[in-house]
């Protein structure tokens, strides 16, 4: 039976993954608040039929190009992010020959909880 993902983690992969992965999440989360300011900035302006161009509009480009180049560095490795705010990642990995998610979040020191494919969160087990 073909795997759904090209790249597995093992814990100890997905575990030194982890310094950069909160450097990641921490400037994702930067961008966003800054695509949300530039988002109610334009909206205002577009609501008083004013002209959006100029300033406002580059530098709204300007972060969502920079969560765009943040978000491809986990679209490359394969590692989903479930909840930006909360920091909550899914990384494939195979458990006794079956597909499943290593499941981290950004408050927890060690990569230790997995769930199978479809449960999510609510899934997790603890790692032997």
Same mark, same amino acid.
């Given at each position: 039976?073909? &795997?759904?993902?090209?790249?597995? &983690?093992?814990?100890?992969?997905?575990?030194?993954?982890?310094?950069?992965?909160? !450097?990641?999440?921490?400037? !994702?989360?930067?961008?966003?608040?800054?695509? @949300?300011?530039?988002?109610?900035?334009? $909206?205002?302006?577009?609501?008083? %039929?004013?002209?959006? +161009? =100029?300033?406002?509009?580059? $530098?709204?480009?300007?972060?969502?190009? +920079?969560?765009? $180049?943040? #978000?491809?560095?986990?679209?490359?490795? @394969?590692?989903?992010?479930?909840? #930006?705010?909360? =920091?909550?990642?899914?990384?494939?990995?195979?458990? +006794? %020959?079956?597909?499943?998610?290593?499941?981290?979040?950004?408050? @927890?020191?060690?990569?230790?909880?997995?769930?199978? #494919?479809? $449960? +999510?969160? %609510? %899934?997790?087990?603890?790692? =032997?």
């Amino acid at each position: 039976m073909p &795997y759904r993902f090209e790249k597995h &983690y093992s814990r100890d992969e997905a575990q030194a993954l982890v310094p950069q992965l909160r !450097l990641w999440l921490a400037e !994702l989360n930067r961008w966003r608040q800054e695509t @949300e300011r530039f988002e109610k900035r334009l $909206s205002g302006l577009n609501a008083d %039929g004013q002209d959006t +161009g =100029g300033d406002t509009v580059n $530098s709204w480009i300007r972060a969502l190009s +920079g969560m765009q $180049s943040v #978000l491809g560095e986990f679209q490359r490795r @394969e590692i989903f992010i479930k909840d #930006l705010s909360r =920091g909550l990642v899914d990384f494939p990995a195979l458990i +006794g %020959g079956r597909e499943v998610f290593l499941c981290w979040e950004a408050d @927890e020191d060690t990569v230790e909880f997995w769930h199978d #494919l479809e $449960s +999510g969160y %609510g %899934g997790r087990e603890k790692l =032997g």
